[in-house]
């Protein structure tokens, strides 16, 4: 892909993210129920968008260091660390998430354990599908 | 050469070319024959297959 068209799909992105951070904080303020996990995570998802396009501002004012991380990105190297680290990551909150839902429901906090087994539960059916569709297109 | 002068010639990262060189990484069948050109051999002369 060329680099102006990732990078205007990156800058979308980052705008999208901006955007869900500031829903997050504005239902939070509506709503005024568990202000502090919509806080946080609106002010994640802004700062994170907020970082994508100061990278880029950054980036479009130096092309030696834009080439730099272009080539960081698309190094095969680098590309095995990052699935490897998401295979790991995958591998590990699996069966943590397993014993968090076993104490929750042992310390009675049934809803907080329904929610997590539930997302345990999307991720895996998640990654079956993309092993799917992966597995038809190679 | 350095390891920064090969590595930007093929377009990688410096670390890649380091631990290509140390054996911790196994280079794609793509990298191989890039370096192979580069370098103007053949790619056997570069690298060899050892079973594990």
């Known amino acids: ?138 | 050469m350095t390891q920064d002068e090969l590595a930007r010639a093929i377009r990688v990262t410096r670390q890649t070319i380091n631990s290509l060189e140390s054996g911790k990484y196994n280079a794609s069948l793509q990298l191989a024959h890039q370096l192979a050109q580069y370098f103007d051999v053949a790619i056997e002369e570069l690298f060899y297959f050892e079973e594990e």
């Open chain 1, 1 to 138: 892909m060329e680099v102006q068209k990732k990078w205007k799909i990156r800058l979308w992105a980052a705008g999208g993210y901006i955007l869900l951070g500031v829903v997050f904080c504005l239902v939070g303020g509506i709503t005024g129920n568990n202000t502090e996990i919509l806080d946080s995570f609106g002010s994640g998802f802004i700062v994170y968008g907020v970082a994508r396009i100061a990278q880029y501002l950054r980036l479009s004012r130096n092309p030696e260091q834009m080439e730099a991380v272009e080539i960081a990105e698309r190094d095969e190297r680098n590309q095995m660390l990052w699935d490897k680290a998401r295979s790991y990551a995958f591998s590990i909150y699996a069966p943590a998430t397993g014993v968090a839902v076993l104490v929750l429901y042992l310390l009675h906090k049934e809803t907080a354990g329904m929610i997590l087994a539930g997302s345990l539960c999307g991720l895996v059916l998640l990654y079956v599908i993309v092993y799917i569709v992966l597995k038809r297109k190679y």
